[in-house]
C-alpha cells in the first residue's frame, strides 16, 4: 500500500512502530438528511466493529439547580424503548406516568407522597433491568459503556461485524422513543459514582472545590460532569426529558464506525435506522456553546488533605484548536512529564528533589483551556518549597536549559502515544467523534502535523504569555498530621 501525506510523515517518523499496514486516518464522511454526521474507517478482516456515537452536549450544559443532569441522562438512555426493557408497554406506560406525578409530589414535599412506592412495585414487575445491554452480550457485543465529559456525551459498542445492523436498529431505537425508567435507581448509581471517584479520595473533594473556585459561579466549567449530590437528588423525569430533547438531536449527534464494515453499507443502514429521527426546527446554541466565559478571580485555596502535602499551579490558556499555542503547551507538557522528563529529572531524582511525584497536563476543551502542574512533597519537604522549585525549573527551560535535544524525543513519543491509539479501533472511534465534535475530524491529523513542527522558540513564547506568576491559581494541600509543624 502507498503511503502519502500523514501517514508517509508518520512511517518515515516512526519507523519502530509503524508499517504499511498501519491505520488509515481517511474516514468516509457523510451526513443524513436530519444534520446527524457519520464517519467510517473500513477495515477488512476485524471481527468486531468499533461503534461510537457522540453527542455535543455534556456537564457544560447543565441548567443553573441541575449539575449532573447531563450524566443522569446518560445512564437513564440504557432503560431501553418502548420495545425493550419491558414485559408489556401498554400496561406500563400509563403507570410510568402516573408514578412520575407522585414522584415529583414527593420531591416537591420532601416527603413520599401516597401510593408511590405502590406504583413503583407494580412497575417493578413490568420493567426489566439490563435488558438493553443483554441484547447485546447475547449478540456477543462487547466493552458496552459511555461517559459524560464538559463538552460531550459519548457511547461506545464493540459490536461483531456480522451483527452491524443490530446496532444501528438498536441506538437509533434509543434516540428515537427513550423511557427512561427505574429514574429513582439511576440517581444513586450516579450519586454512587460521585462518592467513588472524588468524594472517597483524599483529594478528590479538594480538587472539585478547586475547579469551582478557579472557574468562579457560571462558568459551564465550574463543575464536575458528576455533579452535585443535593441537585442530582433534586432532579425529576420532567428534566431529563428537556435534557433530551434540546441535546439528543441528530444535528449534534456525531457516529464513528472502525472496523470490517463498508461506507456504503453504513450509508445504507444510516438512512435506514436514523434516517427515521426528524430534523429539528431552528438550532439553539446549548449553554456551554453560548455562554460568555468570565475571568478567574482565583489566587490561591489552601487546605489540610489526609494525603502527601502537595500544590497544584494553574493557569489559564486558550480552547481546543489544532495548531498554535494549545499544540505547542501539549508539547510542554510533554516535555515535562515521564521519567525522562523535566518534572521528574529535576524535581524528583535531581539537584531540587522536593518532590515525591510531579505532572503536567494541558486541558483544552470547547470554551477555554488551563495548564496545570501537581507537585507531591518528598519526605522532609515542607509545602513552601514546592512552588519556587517548580518557577527555578521555568527559568531553567526558558534559559534553553537542554531544550532543544530533549525536543525530538518528545516530540516522537507524542507521535508514538498518538499513532498507538490510533492502531486501535475504539481509540480510534472515540478520538474522531471527539475532533468532529470540537470542529472537525481532520483536526485529528492535523495536531500530530503541528506538534512535529513545535521548536524551543515555541516554547518559549507560550511560557512567556500564558504561564504568568500573576495570573495563575494554586492549590495547596497539607498533610493532616503536618499541620502546625
Not at 21 to 41: K, Y
Not at 80 to 101: C, F, H, V
Amino acid at each position: 500500500m502507498k503511503l502519502t501525506g500523514l501517514a508517509a510523515f508518520l512511517l518515515a517518523a516512526l519507523s519502530s512502530t509503524a508499517t504499511a499496514a498501519s491505520p488509515s486516518l481517511e474516514p468516509t464522511r457523510f451526513v443524513l438528511d436530519n444534520g446527524m454526521t457519520f464517519l467510517v474507517v473500513e477495515r477488512p478482516g476485524r471481527p468486531l466493529v468499533a461503534a461510537v456515537w457522540t453527542v455535543r452536549g455534556g456537564s457544560a450544559s447543565d441548567p443553573p439547580g441541575h449539575r449532573g443532569l447531563a450524566h443522569v441522562v446518560e445512564h437513564l438512555l440504557y432503560a431501553g424503548s418502548r420495545t425493550i426493557g419491558t414485559r408489556d408497554w401498554e400496561e406500563e406506560a400509563p403507570l410510568l406516568r402516573r408514578w412520575e406525578r407522585l414522584y415529583e409530589q414527593s420531591v416537591k414535599r420532601g416527603a413520599a407522597a401516597s401510593g408511590l412506592d405502590g406504583v413503583e412495585q407494580r412497575l417493578a414487575a413490568l420493567q426489566r433491568p439490563g435488558a438493553y445491554a443483554g441484547v447485546y452480550t447475547r449478540a456477543g457485543a462487547l466493552g458496552i459503556d459511555a461517559f459524560t465529559r464538559h463538552d460531550a456525551t459519548a457511547f461506545q459498542t464493540l459490536v461483531p461485524r456480522e451483527k452491524i445492523e443490530l446496532w444501528f436498529w438498536m441506538e437509533s431505537d434509543r434516540l428515537l422513543d427513550p423511557v427512561f425508567r427505574g429514574f429513582r435507581r439511576e440517581l444513586a448509581v450516579v450519586e454512587q459514582e460521585r462518592l467513588q471517584r472524588i468524594d472517597s479520595s483524599p483529594a478528590g473533594t479538594w480538587f472539585d472545590i478547586f475547579d469551582a473556585a478557579y472557574w468562579g459561579a457560571g462558568h459551564p466549567y465550574a463543575h464536575s460532569p458528576g455533579g452535585d449530590r443535593l441537585e442530582v437528588a433534586r432532579l425529576l423525569p420532567a428534566d431529563a426529558r428537556s435534557h433530551f430533547e434540546a441535546t439528543y438531536r441528530p444535528d449534534r449527534v456525531v457516529a464513528v464506525l472502525v472496523g470490517d464494515v463498508s461506507p456504503a453499507r453504513a450509508r445504507e443502514l444510516a438512512k435506514r435506522y436514523f434516517g427515521r429521527l426528524k430534523r429539528p426546527g431552528r438550532r439553539e446554541a446549548a449553554p456551554a456553546e453560548s455562554a460568555v466565559a468570565p475571568t478567574p478571580a482565583l489566587e490561591s485555596l489552601e487546605g489540610l488533605c489526609d494525603c502527601r502535602s502537595q500544590v497544584e499551579i494553574r493557569y489559564r490558556t486558550v480552547p481546543f484548536a489544532a495548531a498554535g499555542d494549545a499544540v505547542a503547551l501539549d508539547v510542554l507538557a510533554g516535555l515535562l512529564n515521564s521519567r525522562s522528563g523535566r518534572l521528574y529529572r529535576d524535581l524528583v531524582v535531581g539537584e531540587d528533589r522536593v518532590a515525591f511525584a510531579a505532572s503536567a497536563e494541558h486541558v483544552t476543551r470547547q470554551l477555554d483551556g488551563y495548564f496545570a502542574v501537581r507537585i507531591e512533597a518528598g519526605e522532609g519537604v515542607e509545602l513552601p518549597e514546592l512552588t519556587p522549585a517548580w518557577d527555578g525549573l521555568l527559568e531553567r527551560i526558558l534559559a534553553g536549559s537542554a531544550v532543544d535535544s530533549e525536543l525530538d524525543r518528545v516530540r516522537r513519543q507524542l507521535l508514538t502515544d498518538s499513532w498507538r491509539q490510533l492502531e486501535q479501533d475504539a481509540g480510534v472511534a472515540h478520538r474522531l467523534a471527539a475532533a468532529e465534535v470540537l470542529g472537525g475530524w481532520r483536526q485529528l491529523t492535523e495536531w500530530l502535523d503541528a506538534a512535529a513542527g513545535v521548536s524551543a522558540s515555541d516554547l518559549e513564547r507560550v511560557i512567556d504569555r500564558y504561564l504568568v506568576t500573576a495570573d495563575r491559581a494554586v492549590l495547596s494541600l497539607t498533610r493532616s498530621g503536618d499541620a502546625g509543624r
